[in-house]
């Protein structure tokens, strides 16, 4: 049976739902940036060697994949908020999971899981920030991937902070897990019901079609995208610390510049998008984070380098939110569906793209690696018009 919502009639209902996908979008990254900080911890106590944990990891990203194909044609069925508020609980009460690990088979089986939860949160989640800024008649959608960006600074610094107050992982990952499964019981009832595109509404979920060469061109934009920014989450403070000497300490502030700018330039995006346009967003923040990354890859002076980092957060930060944002809108094919094809495309990239440069490094060095992603980034600007040319609209019927 399909779902559709009553018409959102009032500004507050729409001010509660969207603060309610902020919280799901910020508890998203506080999980995750809990379950990064404790992986030495965990690696330590399960005694693990690096390799495995590598295949390990690799488990996790497969859950995640399986959870984002599973969960498209779901929240296409049951509603993405139902659907939210299912895989909000699911990560959260497997935070544990790694936690009660005492073996390699036991962590394999906690990460899949909580990987399946997250690649089914991250579609779901999306696919209301969608629903919620077609309510609103303006761009909202950066917004959200911002507090998805706090969340995981606040996760990074609480999880930093039990461990230096000695926690043990369980403890620790079981208050992520108790804020987790709160923020998702206080914030699910506000979330927006289920809404079917009035060109689906006539026919079953099974005659989407997913694979339309627009899906297809939005996935490989988000490819290139992810591609690009897991390039900066892996690589980024080595290639500092490698290319111009520097220590530990001061090579981590190239990820820090990445990483601040990239949550300032998406609490920013959306106003640039309501009065430019998706297809500038796309367009120059591409060309903006490949001229970062041309950059670093000429500069041999530390501060320069950084800036360059610090400009290719920048340029990043608008563009993979308007890409969800056109996946959720296609005129064609089940709105669920299509955010999980693009989505997991995108992901494939975010796993591919350190491992491509790692593998490059046996090759050149890797400053010169990050060719790769700046060449994709310039495809990705030269197919900026899949998200639309016309500006956004700058009023809505709603206050914000």
């Known amino acids: 049976m399909r779902l559709t919502s009553p018409t959102i009639t009032g500004p507050v209902r729409l001010r509660r739902a969207r603060a309610a996908i902020f919280g799901i979008f910020a508890v998203n990254g506080f999980l995750l940036a809990a379950w990064v900080v404790h992986i030495p911890s965990i690696s330590d106590r399960t005694g693990i060697s690096h390799a495995t944990l590598g295949w390990l990891l690799l488990v996790l990203a497969g859950g995640a994949l399986i959870g984002m194909q599973i969960a498209g044609p779901l929240a296409d069925r049951w509603g993405s908020r139902r659907l939210t508020v299912s895989a909000g609980l699911l990560i959260s009460a497997a935070m544990i999971g790694p936690a009660l690990a005492t073996d390699t088979a036991g962590l ?48 990074s610094l609480l999880g930093a902070a039990t461990l230096a107050a000695g926690w043990t992982p369980l403890t620790s990952l079981t208050g992520a897990s108790v804020i987790g499964l709160v923020t998702v019981g206080a914030c699910g009832p506000l979330l927006l019901q289920h809404v079917v595109h009035e060109h689906e509404s006539d026919r079953p ?83 903006i984070a490949a001229a970062g990354l041309a950059v670093i890859i000429g500069s041999g002076w530390l501060w320069l380098t950084l800036c360059g980092w610090a400009l290719f957060g920048l340029g990043l930060s608008g563009c993979i939110p308007q890409i969800f944002t056109a996946a959720g809108n296609l005129s064609e ?46 495809v990705a600007s030269r197919y900026a018009g899949v998200v639309g040319r016309a500006p956004a609209p700058s009023t809505s019927s709603h206050s914000a």
């Open 108 to 155: 394999a089986v906690a990460l899949a899981v909580f990987g399946f939860g997250n690649g089914a949160l991250d579609v779901s989640m999306n696919s209301q920030a969608v629903h919620a800024e077609r309510a609103y008649g303006r761009p909202i959608m950066s917004a959200f991937h911002a507090c998805f960006s706090v969340g995981g600074v606040v996760g």
């Open 205 to 287: 979920v099974a005659a989407a079609r997913p694979n339309s060469r627009k899906v297809l061109t939005l996935g490989a934009v988000a490819f290139a995208l992810f591609l690009a920014e897991g390039a900066a989450n892996d690589w980024s403070t080595l290639q500092v610390k490698e290319h111009l000497g520097a220590s530990e300490s001061t090579a981590a502030l190239a990820f820090g510049a990445f990483a601040v700018m990239m949550t300032v330039g998406r609490f920013t995006a959306d106003r640039v998008s309501a009065a430019f346009g998706a297809f500038a967003v796309v367009r120059y923040g591409t060309l």
């Open 333 to 378: 094919g089940a709105a669920g569906v299509n955010m999980s094809r693009v989505v997991g495309m995108g992901y494939v990239g975010l796993l591919a793209g350190p491992a491509l440069l790692g593998w490059l490094t046996t090759l050149m060095p890797l400053t010169a690696t990050l060719l790769v992603p700046l060449g994709l980034l310039l």
